[in-house]
């Protein structure tokens, strides 16, 4: 299974913003939207990804508040990502390896969209379902073997 097959079934609705867009705009986007991350564009280009963790981490630094901060100033400014071309394994992989919950789905230099944990881990359990109702059909079907007379 691929990243392409996970965007298929998610869907492409993305939720972007720009560096300078101020945090608490950002924090309201993200809780009306029921979303964990936004991806940060710049000029066409993917600068930076803002997730619940920076939020967090900046909440604590300043008191339970985001002030007058920028997304600029506490963003994930090297975000890893991915292709549609990558493979499931490799993605769940890659998001331990590096503790990441969300990764930008990249093609060239064009955002295709962004996949969550939460994502993979639902494409792997709706996989192994399918893959169990088939060996389940399978075994069910099997055919008898014939009966050795016996000695």
């Known amino acids: 299974m691929r990243v392409s097959d996970i965007l298929k079934v998610k869907g492409n609705t993305l939720y972007t913003v720009t ?3 101020a945090l608490h ?13 936004l991806v940060v564009m ?12 920076e939020i967090i981490l900046t909440l604590r630094a300043n008191g339970g ?6 997304i600029r100033k506490v963003m994930d400014d090297h975000p890893i990502t991915c292709t549609p071309e990558t493979e499931v394994d490799e993605v769940r992989r890659m998001m331990l390896e590096h503790h990441v919950r969300y990764l930008p789905v990249m ?7 962004v996949i969550s ?9 709706e996989a192994q379902g399918f893959e ?10 099997w055919p ?7 000695r």
Do not use: C, W
């Open 25 to 37: 705009d950002a924090v309201n986007t993200m809780a009306e939207h029921d979303i964990g991350s």
């Open 117 to 125: 944990f939460y994502d993979v881990a639902k494409a792997v359990v």
């Open 107 to 113: 093609e060239s230099r064009s955002l295709m969209g």
């Open 19 to 21: 560096p300078d867009t």
């Open 42 to 53: 710049e000029y066409g280009d993917l600068v930076g990804m803002l997730t619940f963790r």
């Open 132 to 141: 169990n109702k088939l060996l389940k059909a399978y075994i069910r079907d």
């Open 144 to 150: 008898e073997e014939e009966r050795q007379p016996a």
């Open 65 to 70: 508040s985001v002030g007058t901060t920028t």
